[in-house]
């Protein structure tokens, strides 16, 4: 395990912060493992020439990747993993639905 010193802005330190404690809170380890987390999914759309691609961590075990969610959750069945404790994480930021108008219920 290495060990890195970075400058960051005080922007950046702060939201950086804010986001591990609202996660973790002040468990030890916390921020490195965001970091890590940050720096492994980066580094990844860099190496996979920006196509999406849904991985499935156990911890900081990878259990599975694939290029859709279907794809990803036939290969965990395929080999038999527990769903359950699973955090899964795409490569690249889903586009969330903006819906508006009146809800009529029924």
């Known amino acids: ?3 890195l010193t970075i400058v960051l802005s005080d ?3 702060e939201k950086l912060r804010d986001v591990v404690s609202k996660l973790y809170g002040s468990s030890k380890g ?3 493992k965001v970091v890590e987390d940050a720096l492994r999914n980066y580094l990844f ?3 996979s020439g920006q196509r ?3 991985r499935a961590y156990r911890g900081d075990t990878l ?3 694939a290029e859709s969610l279907d794809e990803l959750a036939a290969l965990l069945k395929e080999k038999k993993v527990d769903l359950r404790g699973l955090k899964i994480v795409s490569s690249e930021k ?3 639905t903006a819906r508006s108008g009146y809800r009529v219920r029924t």
Request: proline share 0%; net charge negative.
């Open 45 to 47: 759309s860099l190496e």
């Open 94 to 96: 889903i586009k969330t």
């Open 52 to 54: 999406r691609l849904f």
């Open 30 to 32: 916390a921020l490195s």
């Open 1 to 3: 395990m290495g060990t």
């Open 11 to 13: 922007e950046i330190e």
């Open 63 to 65: 259990v599975g990747e």
